[in-house]
């Protein structure tokens, strides 16, 4: 009945088909990005489906075109097949969306860095191993301590919860365990379904080039987190490879560079105003730097290429 109805997965498109299984083919799923649906039938007719799975392609983190909304929000629900009929996926994340689950007690308590923007937090635990001498022999124990993992576009960051005062509790946050984006190696964890979703805490595992950091953490199904981080990842990656970029650039800025780039652009300078006095100085041939005969400042080609940027 799901092939009738859906010829194509309704999530990746494929025409490979549907595995079915429960209690007179209650459930179907997709045979290649394995999501999967609860159906439900009527007069021998599919009016209704649930998403019991999510698909393992990475799509439920997918703004849904519609809505602006990633699909895992329909986790759960049971939708009339026209809804499926219509899907139409981004492929994209919404960071925007994503970003308004950063709690506000989160947001103050860690520092940010130079263009780093917060993206997601999951509530849970992490787990943290220590050694301690037991009888003479040396032992590793494991404690957990509660907390808040923040995902921003340049780290993974864990913040302990922290509890004072005995009549009014008051709760505090602090960064106790980082890791850089670019020395992710690998991400495993648990994968789960409509059933266990709010219930659940996830066991994450992340490694980087020091250590594993091991986590416990509510809606944090793998088919999620890894997709998520992976984006972020990659997003970084495009950030260091545009400061790179620039360090070059900045290399090669002289003046000889700057005649050259203005020939380019129909731009033809003898002279310009030093920046400090205004006195009307002779443009260099080379060299990154020159100095005002009249007041001694040093002038940088760098300052002065910005500024024909502009003109041309």
């Keep these: 009945m799901m092939k009738d109805e859906f010829s194509k997965c ?35 007719q599919l009016f209704e489906l649930k998403l019991h799975e999510l698909p393992k392609d990475g799509s439920g983190v ?10 895992f929000t329909v986790l759960g629900m049971r939708l009339p097949t026209n809804f499926w009929r219509k899907l139409k996926l981004d492929r994209t994340i919404n960071w925007e969306y994503m970003w308004k689950n950063v709690n506000s007690d989160i947001s103050k308590a860690i520092i940010t860095q130079r263009g780093e923007k917060l993206l997601h937090q999951w509530e849970g635990a992490r787990t943290i191993t220590e050694k301690q001498v037991i009888e003479g022999n040396t032992v590793d124990t494991t404690k957990s301590e509660s907390g808040v993992l923040l995902l921003s576009t340049q780290r993974l960051s ?29 991400i495993s964890g648990d994968t789960g379904d409509s059933g266990n979703w709010e219930s659940t805490f996830n066991e ?12 416990n953490l509510q809606y944090a199904f793998l088919e999620l987190f890894k997709p ?20 070059r650039v900045h290399i090669m800025i002289d003046f000889s560079f700057i005649k050259d780039y203005m020939k380019q652009g129909g731009l033809i300078l003898q002279t310009f105003k030093c920046p400090e006095c205004g006195s009307s100085l002779k443009f260099p041939e080379t060299g990154k730097t020159t100095t005002c005969k009249y007041c001694g400042n040093t002038i940088q080609a760098e300052d002065i290429f910005e500024k024909i940027k502009s003109l041309i």
């Design 204 to 215: 994450i595992s992340v490694v980087d080039s020091k250590d594993e950091s091991r986590f």
């Design 158 to 186: 864990w913040l302990v919860r922290r509890e004072r005062g005995f009549w009014k509790k008051v709760v505090s946050y602090l960064v106790v365990h980082e890791i850089r984006l670019e020395d992710i190696k690998g």
């Design 10 to 44: 309704p999530i990746c498109g494929s025409t490979d088909g549907y595995d079915l299984s429960g209690i007179l083919g209650k459930y179907a799923k997709c045979s290649i990005c394995s999501a999967k649906w609860q159906l439900f039938i009527k007069n021998n």
């Design 228 to 247: 998520m981080v992976e984006n972020a990842i990659e997003i970084r990656r495009k950030e260091i490879d545009t400061e790179k970029k620039k360090e």
């Design 62 to 71: 997918y703004t849904i075109t519609r809505t602006k909304e990633p699909l």
